[in-house]
């Protein structure tokens, strides 16, 4: 079988006076996709008392979904951990600069490139809670094993050459360790929630890019920070239940956001996830009809427009020459019960 450009998932995360001011100094006006960042020393501000810190594909390499961190009265609320080890160590020397610990933990979903780095902040910081849905314990017994012993076999056969044979073992020694990717709080319901003394909406989409993918929405800055629900330079469905997928995107279009940030890639602003969103319904549409993969691509390419910017254009090309044909055209090819009967 065919493997995604991904290679596979595990080849394939009480303070007084102004809070926290090494982000509160900093605080800017909203970047979003198109305009210029304000830098930190290690991270983006994207809004008041909020820090992206930006993943990536770096060739050759596993990738790093994006990491959130936002200053509240307990301490940081982190959102997603990314893979790497300099990734993880960005959020963690951040949060030492401050003065201020890491007060809670939450995963969008359990993909390594953004729940790996939980065991270096866990034992960093033992009191903080990680919150996440029910998936990742679905995952160690079923996606994940399966994963990790595939990874087995191709190390074991000399397949994989660095540096990526690094990042596989990294990811075996993560799955390995499977119960720093567990929530100590399941996520079971979307609604308001204080956490870490700061009041935000949690969201939970189930069976859309995994098995329970959770969003986070701040109403004090109206940053919406969505996971892999938005990915740049294009969808990446591994796991993914496309008819779900769509319906949670129309969730967050109802949001009275101002900025979202991508579990991958940039932040944009309303108007520009309602590109996003247009994109994603013509692309499932054209991989339900008899135009080739390629054709598909372009028309995403198209539609995202100043989304993706024209370096990643190859790399969004790759991801859906493979996900058009062995994804969305072969749905007994997805992980088991990633779609319920009904959305199949």
């Known amino acids: 079988m065919q493997r995604s450009p991904r290679l596979l998932l595990t080849l394939a995360p009480a303070v007084t006076g102004a809070i926290f001011a090494l982000a509160l100094a900093l605080a800017a006006p909203v970047a979003v996709a198109g305009e210029a960042p304000t830098q930190t020393e290690d991270g983006v501000v994207v809004a008041r008392d909020t820090v992206l810190f930006r993943g990536g594909f770096a060739a050759g390499h596993q990738p790093d979904g994006n990491s959130t961190m936002i200053a509240a009265p307990a301490g940081w609320i982190v959102f997603d951990t990314g893979r790497h080890r300099a990734h993880v160590r960005r959020?963690?020397?951040?949060?030492?600069?401050?003065?201020?610990?890491?007060?809670?933990?939450?995963?969008?979903?359990?993909?390594?490139?953004?729940a790996s780095g939980n065991r270096i902040l866990r034992d960093a910081f033992p009191e903080a809670p990680v919150l996440a849905s029910g998936g990742a314990e679905a995952a160690l017994a079923g996606f994940l094993a399966d994963s990790r012993r595939q990874s087995a076999s191709l190390v074991a056969q000399g397949r994989i050459a660095e540096p990526m044979l690094s990042d596989v073992r990294g990811d075996m020694a993560t799955i390995d360790d499977g119960a720093a990717l567990l929530p100590t709080e399941v996520v079971e319901r979307s609604g308001p929630r204080t956490i870490a003394g700061r009041a935000m909406h949690v969201g939970l989409a189930a069976h859309a890019v995994s098995e329970g993918d959770v969003w986070l929405f701040d109403p004090a800055t109206r940053v919406l920070l969505?996971?892999?629900?938005?990915?740049?330079?294009?969808?990446?469905?591994?796991?993914?239940?496309?008819?779900?997928?769509?319906?949670?995107?129309?969730?967050?279009?109802?949001?009275?956001?101002?900025?979202?940030?991508?579990g991958h890639?940039?932040?944009?602003?309303?108007?520009?996830?309602?590109?996003?969103?247009?994109?994603?319904?013509?692309?499932?549409?054209?991989?339900?009809s008899d135009a080739d993969a390629d054709a598909c691509a372009r028309g995403w390419l198209?539609?995202?427009?100043?989304?993706?910017?024209?370096?990643?254009?190859?790399?969004?090309?790759?991801?859906?020459?493979?996900?058009?044909?062995?994804?969305?055209?072969?749905?007994?090819?997805?992980?088991?019960?990633a779609c319920p009967a009904d959305a199949r």
């Not at 959020?91 to 953004?114: E, F, K, M, Q, Y």
């Not at 769509?246 to 940030?261: C, N, P």
């Open 226 to 262: 969505a996971g892999d629900l938005v990915t740049l330079p294009a969808p990446l469905f591994d796991t993914a239940c496309p008819q779900r997928w769509r319906e949670a995107l129309a969730t967050l279009d109802a949001m009275d956001f101002a900025v979202l940030v991508p």
């Open 91 to 114: 959020l963690l020397d951040h949060a030492r600069a401050s003065g201020h610990p890491v007060a809670t933990i939450i995963n969008s979903h359990w993909h390594l490139d953004h």
């Open 302 to 337: 198209d539609d995202a427009g100043a989304l993706v910017p024209r370096d990643e254009h190859a790399l969004a090309g790759s991801l859906l020459a493979y996900y058009v044909p062995n994804v969305l055209r072969a749905p007994a090819a997805r992980p088991r019960n």
């Open 265 to 288: 890639g940039a932040p944009m602003d309303h108007a520009g996830f309602a590109r996003y969103r247009r994109g994603f319904d013509r692309l499932l549409a054209c991989a339900a």
